[in-house]
């Protein structure tokens, strides 16, 4: 059972994105795809219709990438578990409702560059389906999430 | 002198004796240089087939025949195109052939892509805001689809690639127009009151635009921003799942429209630095209009019918209208914050560190 987060829990999920026939329909993503959740930092490769080189990073190696999403590790479980209920995302706990609700937003770019950034709205719906297939894992919580060794 | 092995060069020896004109059979630059198709995933992008004098933008254009950029130019051909844009810093952005291609790839349709199924009646007051507003967005994106179709056909061909993104954006307002009229009249509530004022109907500021980066600042960065900010509050006013998707989908699309203008701004006041004041005076106006919604496209501007709707909707009546309005003041905050940052990513952040910037933007930020 993948725990949450993890690279394994990250797979388990693209895997379902890259054959899910809805994910594909969203047509094209191009985008370097941060998580961070407590501690620690997970990058992602959109590209295309392939999600690769998920892999656990440094803080530091965010700033490589278009945007991260940043949220509390007990928000983090929250939108997965209301994912795993629903389906889908609840109205209250969608990318796009947290971006706009929490203080800082959701999505963020480590250097401020605001047009790499905005790749967070011009793929949202697909990010939000890659998100809503996680109701598919069973998954397990180790939050807060401290640094790997 | 030919060689048997080269028939290529026989024929035209050939041609030559016998007095055919064989020029357009000349070898290209690229000629032999095939492109592996199968090496990305992605498939086969513009951005990776132009090299050699297909990738060569010229600064200025002189191509007044319609002439496809890259090919062989022929004497004796008329004058089809009367192009007024033919310098490339009037329109150039660096990823244009890049944005064209997303566009491309993310299209959708409102027919299958809503779940028209998952609206069900709802309160009165409810639909008939829905619909209200429903007929202003309508309205708004009848206009975001001719102001930039007016220009297309007087781009040069050879800056093919942010024309062709163009055409792209009528077809998403085109979607927009479609997906809002629907959702206007599939619960039984119709159109509703439409926009228009003594200060002017929506977009008529936009299409007196004499210039196609005037247009762009007020379109792609004070109108389409606006726009932008609502469709991504709209989940917070969605009744059902259409709706969501409706707010989800468009505000994708609109990101690329306001990325465009982002990018072109950037590269203009980047390569054209004498013109940055006349810039900076097109963004005093989107600022005026994005303070007092003297644009007509700012759905959340006070005055309009759409404000009253977005108020019920947000607040989740017409006996909670004071509610809403708070939700919308955020609204409007947030309008606020996200074109500042555009402005400043497209290189013009200057005017909010000495004093140029609209004094009323700062008063929003504070206030609410």
């Given at each position: ?70 949220m ?27 971006d ?13 560059d605001?047009y ?34 | ?98 944005l064209?291609?997303e ?81 206007a ?21 936009i ?13 792609h ?44 701004l ?39 019918a ?7 909707l ?55």
């Amino acid at each position: 059972m993948p725990v949450f987060p993890s690279t394994e829990w990250l797979e388990a999920v693209a895997q379902r994105a890259m054959a899910d026939e809805r994910y594909r329909r969203y047509g094209r993503v191009d985008a370097l795809v941060g998580i961070k959740v407590g501690d620690r930092q997970f990058r992602m490769t959109f590209d295309v219709f392939d999600i690769r080189d998920i892999r656990e990073i440094a803080n530091e190696d965010l700033r490589d990438l278009d945007f991260f999403l940043l949220m509390e590790p007990e928000r983090w479980q929250a939108m997965l578990d209301s994912v795993k209920a629903e389906g889908h995302a609840g109205l209250d706990y969608t990318l796009n409702t947290l971006d706009l609700k929490l203080p800082d937003g959701l999505a963020i770019n480590a250097m401020g560059d605001g047009y790499r950034m905005d790749k967070f709205f011009r793929f949202n719906e697909s990010l939000q389906r890659f998100f809503d297939l996680s109701a598919e894992v069973e998954t397990t919580f180790e939050l807060p999430a401290p640094a790997a060794d | 002198m030919v060689t048997a092995n080269d028939p290529f060069a026989t024929y035209k020896e050939y041609g030559k004796e016998q007095g055919y004109d064989l020029r357009w059979l000349e070898r290209r630059d690229v000629w032999g240089q095939q492109l592996d198709s199968t090496a990305k995933k992605g498939g086969l992008l513009l951005q990776d087939v132009d090299s050699g004098v297909a990738a060569e933008v010229p600064d200025e254009s002189r191509n007044l025949t319609g002439r496809t950029r890259g090919s062989i130019p022929r004497t004796g051909v008329p004058r089809v195109g009367n192009y007024s844009v033919r310098t490339k810093a009037d329109i150039w952005l660096r990823n244009g052939a890049e944005l064209y291609e997303e566009a491309v790839a993310r299209q959708w349709a409102s027919a299958t892509d809503i779940p028209w199924h998952t609206i069900k009646p709802l309160p009165d007051d409810i639909e008939r805001a829905e619909c209200q507003l429903a007929t202003f967005i309508t309205e708004v994106e009848f206009v975001a689809g001719d102001v930039p179709g007016k220009w297309i056909s007087a781009v040069t061909p050879d800056y093919y690639e942010p024309r062709m993104y163009l055409i792209s954006q009528v077809m998403d307002e085109a979607r927009h127009l479609d997906v809002f009229r629907k959702r206007a009249l599939v619960n039984g509530g119709g159109l509703m009151r439409r926009t228009g004022n003594t200060q002017g109907v929506v977009g008529g500021n936009i299409d007196s635009a004499r210039d196609f980066t005037e247009m762009s600042a007020r379109l792609h960065i004070s109108g389409e921003g606006s726009v932008l900010t609502l469709f991504r509050m709209g989940e917070l006013m969605a009744y059902n799942d259409a709706e969501k998707h409706i707010y989800r989908l468009c505000a994708q699309d609109e990101s690329r429209h306001v990325a465009f203008g982002v990018m072109h701004l950037q590269y203009l006041g980047s390569i054209e630095t004498d013109r940055r004041e006349e810039i900076q005076s097109y963004l005093d106006e989107a600022e005026r209009a994005l303070v007092t919604g003297a644009s007509g496209q700012n759905p959340a501007a006070r005055g309009l019918a759409s404000n009253a709707a977005l108020a019920v909707l947000l607040g989740g009546g017409d006996d909670k209208v004071d509610e809403g309005m708070k939700t919308l003041l955020a609204v409007r905050q947030r309008q606020v914050k996200e074109y500042v940052q555009r402005v400043r990513v497209a290189g013009f952040g200057e005017r909010f560190e000495n004093g140029r910037a609209n004094p009323m933007l700062e008063q929003y930020l504070k206030v609410y």
